[in-house]
């Protein structure tokens, strides 16, 4: 059982240029999300989906755009990467919505933009 | 605003000794709390959570403790081990919401 899976682990981007991050889950959850993980601070909450065919923006949406492609499948897309958008990327999901149910995360995603 | 921080940023302790990790909280309308454990290169693992009706909720080695008169949660670890060195983060999040608001972390290191 995988759980959650996330692809590239590792990438470096030019400012300007954009990527796609892919994330899948194979627990048949119907929630989804996207953080990121910088030096000292908590993850922040960028895109989630509450369920298949929705999405909605979390603390930090700026400069990202998801797709629920299915109910599997979460992407975040930068279109024009930053070096702001440095980071650790982390996809999860979770049976419903994260009160009482546990959060499956991904074991991320370093993106350098330099 | 909301947040979630944490007292210490790193702990050190010996091997089989009990590990406390300090976190406030300052919205008091949060009503679901969750320990995560972050190892060096992973995604944060679900340690333990607790609803704000309860105040001590055990599990196999941890404890959550709940002062909601403080805004205060704690995590004890029993006999900690080599493999409890990691970054724990608490969490809160609202019921019926989808914005978990995490801590910042702490470092646990465990000497042998």
């Known amino acids: 059982n995988a759980g959650v899976t996330q692809t590239p682990k590792f990438q470096v981007l030019k400012t300007g240029q954009s990527m796609t991050l892919q994330c899948a889950q194979d627990m048949n959850h119907n929630s989804m999300y996207w953080y990121r993980q910088d030096p000292g601070m908590g993850l922040r909450l960028i895109y989630y989906s509450a369920s298949e065919g929705t999405t909605d923006k979390g603390e930090v949406p700026n400069g990202y755009n998801v797709s629920r492609l299915n109910k599997r499948e979460f992407s975040l897309r930068l279109e024009s990467a930053a070096p702001s958008q440095t980071s650790v990327y982390f996809c999860a999901s979770s049976e419903k919505g994260p009160t009482g149910n546990t959060i499956y995360f991904g074991e991320g995603s370093w993106l350098t933009v330099v | 605003g909301e947040s979630v921080g944490l007292h210490l940023p790193t702990l050190s302790v010996q091997e089989g000794d009990n590990s406390i990790i300090n976190c406030a909280y300052s919205n008091s309308a949060s009503d679901y709390f969750i320990w995560y454990k972050q190892e060096s290169g992973k995604g944060p693992q679900f340690i333990i959570d607790?609803?704000?009706?309860?105040d001590k909720r055990q599990g196999q080695r941890v404890t959550v403790l709940l002062n909601k008169t403080v805004k205060h949660l704690s995590l004890q670890i029993a006999a900690t081990q080599p493999g409890d060195s990691a970054v724990y983060f608490c969490a809160e999040t609202l019921t019926g919401g989808f914005k978990t608001i995490f801590g910042a972390g702490t470092r646990l290191f465990v000497k042998a």
């Open positions: 607790i609803r704000s009706n309860m």
